[in-house]
Structures are given as structure tokens and as C-alpha cells.
């Protein structure tokens, strides 16, 4: 893939992401933790629709208290002889009464053909630590100059109850439940790049777009199925910029047959 063209392709991505929070969101740190909530794999397991909007509701009203955010993600699931998961539950039945918390839907929670590390209970928790954590913000993340900085901030470790559980009072081996790199690496491509490219391009600050695209040309591209393909087709991938660019051509050109409308498939089929 020429350089020019990849550019455009990711740069199209990134503007259209842009647009996209200027449409549904007046506050660019609630599209922040919407981001990080998909980024995490949480959408379409632990919550959808009407579920996420309470969730982030009854977060907004425990003011950063991460004692009483835990007691409202995991403290509904069950009961069990755990202390621990009995303590939440209590703390979380008081909280519901005192602030009238929708809770969420059990019957949305997904375990099966999923790895320990990859279960909701844990990326909830990893995901309440992130709200937590005020050096992970966009505001401080703006003012970063490296990577490296960034990912020393993505490192959210639940409360040491889930070091020997992946579930509420089902006792396992001991392990750290924090991020590995990959896992981090994922968020940065998926939430704190577009974000610094977005808020740069709303707020006319051209910096903070460019560093966004530097930091995506620094990363390693992903290794998915639809890399794989482009790779097959001897295609190479030399950045994570490159690979979101195939990505987004594959999701919003291949695949809804708009080859007309993409400069490669009009370059592609005016050489036929």
C-alpha cells in the first residue's frame, strides 16, 4: 500500500470518528468512557442499550468511590457465603435504595468460550479502576509526549479479592488481573488515539491530531482476520496506522461493496 494512499485512508477514519462525537456527544470525556468501555470488550456483554445508560448513571452518582462502585457492578450477581461478594451485596441494596440504582441485567452476562482473564466480572472491575485512576483522563493524556507515559498510566488493578477469583465466590489460582500489553496496546489504538485525534480536529488544535497519527505509526499493526487477509493478498503492514486503515477500507468499502466509491477498488478496476 502506497504511503499516500494509507494516510488518507486512516486520516478519513480518524475525521469521520471526529464527527461522529461531535454528533452524539457535547462532553468529550462521557465519549472518553464510552470508548474505553468498548474497548475493554464490555458493550454487548456485561450491558447494551438501556443497561450502559444506567450503569454510567449510578457511576455518576458514587462520586469516584470505588468501594461503592464495586458494591453496584458486581454486588446484584448472587449471593454466596464469600464475605467479600456478601459485603457488596449489602452495600449494594443501601445504595440502590438511597439513590434508586437501575441495575444491570444479569441474563446479559457472557462467560461461555471466553478466556478467565476475558470474563466480564474481571474487565468490569479493570473498568471501575479506570474510572478511578484521574491520571488516566484525556486532559493529562493530552500532555504526554511519549507512548511509553501512556501506558504507564493503563495500569488498573482491581482489589485484591480478585487475584484468587474470576468469579463472584469461586476461588481460583492466584494471578494478577491487570492489564497485559496487548490488552493496553488495544486501548490505546482504540480509544486514546482517536480521541487525541478528535479532540485536536474539534478544538482546532492541529498538535494534537498529528501526535495521534505519529503514536499510531509507532505501534505495531494488530494481528486479526482481516489483516490476515489483506496479508495473503501480499499486502504489507508495517503499523498499527496501516492496519486501521485496512480495517476501516475492509468494514466501510470491501464489505458494503462500495468499490466504486474506494480509490484503490476505482484504481483497481480502471486497470482491468
Same mark, same amino acid.
Given at each position: 500500500m502506497s504511503a499516500g494512499i494509507e494516510v488518507k485512508l486512516d486520516t478519513a477514519k480518524m475525521v469521520l470518528a471526529a464527527q461522529t462525537i461531535r454528533n452524539q456527544m457535547s462532553i468529550v470525556n462521557n465519549c472518553f468512557m464510552t470508548i474505553k468501555e468498548e474497548a475493554l470488550g464490555l458493550k454487548g456483554n456485561c450491558w447494551e442499550g438501556e443497561s450502559a445508560d444506567a450503569y454510567y448513571e449510578n457511576m455518576k452518582k458514587l462520586c469516584d468511590e470505588q468501594s461503592k462502585q464495586d458494591a453496584v457492578s458486581t454486588g446484584f450477581?448472587?449471593?454466596?457465603?464469600?464475605?467479600? +461478594?456478601?459485603?457488596?451485596?449489602?452495600?449494594?441494596?443501601?445504595?440502590?435504595?438511597?439513590?434508586?440504582?437501575?441495575?444491570?441485567?444479569?441474563?446479559?452476562?457472557?462467560?461461555?468460550?471466553?478466556?478467565?482473564?476475558?470474563?466480564?466480572? +474481571?474487565?468490569?472491575?479493570?473498568?471501575?479502576?479506570?474510572?478511578?485512576?484521574?491520571?488516566?483522563?484525556?486532559?493529562?493524556?493530552?500532555?504526554?509526549?511519549?507512548?511509553?507515559?501512556?501506558?504507564?498510566?493503563?495500569?488498573?488493578?482491581?482489589?485484591?479479592?480478585?487475584?484468587?477469583?474470576?468469579?463472584?465466590?469461586?476461588?481460583?489460582?492466584?494471578?494478577?488481573?491487570?492489564?497485559?500489553?496487548?490488552?493496553?496496546?488495544?486501548?490505546?489504538?482504540?480509544?486514546? +488515539?482517536?480521541?487525541?485525534?478528535?479532540?485536536?480536529?474539534?478544538?482546532? +488544535?492541529?498538535?494534537?491530531?498529528?501526535?495521534?497519527?505519529?503514536?499510531? /505509526?509507532?505501534?505495531?499493526?494488530?494481528?486479526?482476520?482481516?489483516?490476515?487477509?489483506?496479508? /495473503?493478498?501480499?499486502?504489507?503492514v508495517s503499523n498499527a496506522m496501516e492496519s486501521q486503515a485496512l480495517v476501516h477500507l475492509t468494514k466501510n468499502y470491501c464489505l458494503q461493496k462500495k468499490c466504486l466509491h474506494c480509490r484503490i477498488g476505482h484504481l483497481v478496476m480502471t486497470n482491468l
Open positions: 450477581i448472587v449471593k454466596t457465603l464469600d464475605d467479600y +461478594i456478601q459485603n457488596l451485596h449489602k452495600e449494594y441494596h443501601f445504595l440502590r435504595q438511597k439513590y434508586n440504582l437501575t441495575p444491570l441485567q444479569p441474563e446479559l452476562w457472557k462467560f461461555l468460550r471466553l478466556r478467565p482473564s476475558n470474563f466480564p466480572t +474481571i474487565r468490569l472491575m479493570q473498568f471501575v479502576k479506570l474510572l478511578n485512576l484521574n491520571s488516566f483522563s484525556l486532559s493529562n493524556i493530552l500532555f504526554q509526549e511519549s507512548l511509553n507515559e501512556v501506558l504507564k498510566m493503563l495500569n488498573p488493578t482491581p482489589s485484591i479479592y480478585w487475584e484468587t477469583h474470576f468469579k463472584p465466590g469461586v476461588v481460583s489460582v492466584k494471578k494478577s488481573k491487570t492489564f497485559g500489553k496487548s490488552s493496553a496496546i488495544l486501548i490505546l489504538i482504540n480509544t486514546v +488515539i482517536p480521541m487525541m485525534f478528535a479532540y485536536g480536529k474539534l478544538r482546532g +488544535i492541529e498538535s494534537y491530531s498529528a501526535k495521534a497519527l505519529d503514536w499510531l /505509526q509507532e505501534i505495531k499493526p494488530e494481528k486479526n482476520d482481516i489483516i490476515s487477509e489483506w496479508e /495473503q493478498a501480499e499486502i504489507k
